[in-house]
């Protein structure tokens, strides 16, 4: 359900103030390598759908980043047409919707060279601990996580690091059954607490 009017011009902000590190990941290397593979581009094309990014400002964001290494026609020619199809205006113009945690951490692992899956399933734990204190975590709370991780409950993990940063989610985490479903239930979330 989309939280209100999202332009592209928002989006560096708010993927570092509210995105889920899945969809950070996919961020920054689409804006290191102005481009992302098929497989990153759906996981992270249907998300920005689904925060209420219009297909008018998905085609805006995409396009700036891919037009630094293309023309603006072969931009046109090659990916508009699958950015379009995402909010179903091609093709057998199926309404997509946005991936949930169990599609990404269980389908489509990322081979090198992709950004898409769940950091807390797919990254090396060495990384991920680099990514996790990257979000500001202490030593602490990165071993916290990485316990979850290594139980095999990369969910649970991620909701731990959205309390570690924004406070503890309803009920707090009493066991492992509390966690997000949805890479944005957790935009949604965070959202909504630094926007009231
Ligand atoms: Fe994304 Fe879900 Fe993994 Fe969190 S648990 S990083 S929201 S796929």
Same mark, same amino acid.
């Given at each position: 359900?989309?939280?209100?009017?999202?332009?592209?011009?928002?989006?560096?902000?708010?993927?570092?103030?509210?995105?889920?590190?899945?969809?950070?990941?996919?961020?920054?290397?689409?804006?290191?390598?102005?481009?992302?593979?098929?497989?990153?581009?759906?996981?992270?094309? #249907?998300?920005? !759908?689904?925060? =209420?990014?219009? &297909?008018?400002?998905?085609?805006?964001?995409?396009?700036?980043? %891919?037009? +630094?290494?293309?023309?603006?026609?072969?931009?046109?020619?090659?990916?508009?047409?699958?950015?379009?199809?995402?909010?179903?205006?091609?093709?057998?113009?199926?309404?997509?919707?946005?991936?949930?945690?169990?599609?990404?951490?269980?389908?489509?692992?990322?081979?090198?060279?992709?950004?898409?899956?769940?950091?807390?399933?797919?990254?090396?734990?060495?990384? #991920?601990?680099? !990514?996790?204190? =990257?979000?500001? &975590?202490?030593?602490?709370?990165?071993?916290?996580?990485?316990? %979850?991780? +290594?139980?095999?409950?990369?969910?649970?993990?991620?909701?731990?690091?959205?309390?570690?940063?924004?406070?503890?989610?309803?009920?707090?985490?009493?066991?492992?059954?509390?966690?997000?479903?949805?890479?944005?239930?957790?935009?949604?979330?965070?959202?909504?607490?630094?926007?009231?």
């Amino acid at each position: 359900k989309p939280v209100g009017e999202i332009t592209a011009d928002m989006i560096d902000l708010l993927s570092k103030t509210s995105f889920p590190l899945c969809m950070q990941q996919l961020h920054s290397a689409f804006r290191s390598n102005h481009h992302l593979r098929h497989g990153g581009r759906m996981q992270y094309g #249907l998300f920005l !759908k689904g925060i =209420g990014l219009s &297909l008018e400002e998905a085609i805006r964001f995409w396009k700036s980043e %891919f037009t +630094k290494i293309m023309d603006g026609d072969k931009f046109d020619k090659q990916y508009s047409y699958s950015i379009r199809h995402y909010y179903g205006k091609e093709g057998r113009k199926a309404d997509y919707t946005p991936y949930s945690c169990i599609k990404i951490i269980t389908t489509n692992t990322p081979g090198v060279g992709d950004f898409h899956g769940c950091p807390f399933k797919h990254s090396d734990p060495d990384v #991920l601990r680099q !990514k996790l204190a =990257g979000q500001g &975590l202490k030593q602490e709370g990165v071993d916290q996580v990485m316990q %979850f991780v +290594k139980g095999g409950h990369y969910q649970v993990a991620c909701a731990r690091v959205f309390e570690l940063i924004h406070g503890s989610l309803s009920g707090g985490l009493i066991d492992v059954e509390v966690s997000f479903q949805h890479p944005n239930q957790y935009f949604e979330e965070s959202y909504k607490r630094l926007h009231k």
